[in-house]
């Protein structure tokens, strides 16, 4: 084998270091600036990633605080529409139990008024009854005929001492 041949290992090592050299500097001068470079632009690109990505979240938390704020001011708007729809139809039904109370108590002035007016033909009848049974039982128990106008003033008399 002439790589165990030691009278051309000389030569072979020359050879060895100087293409270790040159592979040393092409990778030292070419390749692994290159690498670094990418790897730099890799970081670049994430960091520029990440701190897109924090902004847009401060964007999302500011826009999710504005939206809960607006909800808030939604629902207390609704809150404050349905108590005046509440207040108004409260005093809608106020206004009519004031109508209908109204309306029940004009009932019941009238109905006192007929009630009296009945009482009061009821009470001129029992007179007038009472005058013609008052006449009929003196003329019948005494045979004598009395005056229309002396049984009137008796009865009358007796009606306002009841």
Known sequence: MPQLDVTTFAPQIVWLVITFLAMYFIMAKVALPRIAEVLDERQTRIDDNLAKAAALKVEAEQAAAAYEQSLAEARSKAQDEVKVVIDQANAAQ?????????????????????????????????????????????????????????????????????
């Open 94 to 162: 106020a206004k009519a139990q004031e109508e209908l109370a109204a309306k029940l108590d004009k009932k019941l002035s009238e109905a006192e008024a007929r009630i009296a007016d009945a009482k009061n033909k009821a009470l001129a009848n029992i007179t007038e009854v009472s005058a013609d049974v008052a006449k009929a039982t003196v003329e019948k128990l005494s045979g004598v005929s009395v005056d229309d106008a002396a049984v009137n003033a008796a009865v009358a008399k007796a009606m306002e001492q009841n």
